[in-house]
Nanobody, 122 residues
Framework: VQLQASGGGLVQAGGSLRLSCAAS????????MSWFRQAPGKQREWVAA???????DYARSVEDRFTISRHNARNTMDLQMNSLQPEDTAVYYC?????????????????WGQGTQVTVSS
């Protein structure tokens, strides 16, 4: 079972990036899928989540700028990030956990992607 995150890069403040997460090895029906991020010297933090049924939740710091989406038939998940700011700079990880509810703790997630670097310059 693998999660593969992609789409990171370097962007100026105010710009946009779209991250993608491709799952292989199993279907993630019945799993909640999330994006987390980890900035240098900080703990990994939850960013956004989407359940198998399509319910969505965001961290307050991103809720007006980021959009999470999920495509169950393709086993993929995206994160559209707009109005990026330097404080969004981090390695972004996708993760999956068997749950119908939102999960916010890293310890509850079974599957992780390898991470993709997002750098926002001022």
């Amino acid at each position: 079972v693998q999660l593969q995150a992609s789409g990171g890069g370097l962007v100026q403040a105010g710009g946009s990036l779209r991250l993608s997460c491709a799952a292989s090895g199993r279907t993630f029906s019945g799993y909640v899928m999330s994006w987390f991020r980890q900035a240098p010297g900080k703990q990994r933090e939850w960013v956004a989540a989407v359940t198998s049924g399509g319910s969505i939740d965001y961290a307050r710091s991103v809720e007006d700028r980021f959009t999470i989406s999920r495509h169950n038939a393709r086993n993929t998940m995206d994160l559209q990030m707009n109005s990026l700011q330097p404080e969004d700079t981090a390695v972004y990880y996708c993760a999956a956990a068997r749950s119908s509810r939102f999960l916010y703790s890293t310890t509850l997630y079974e599957y992780w992607g390898q991470g993709t670097q997002v750098t926002v310059s001022s």
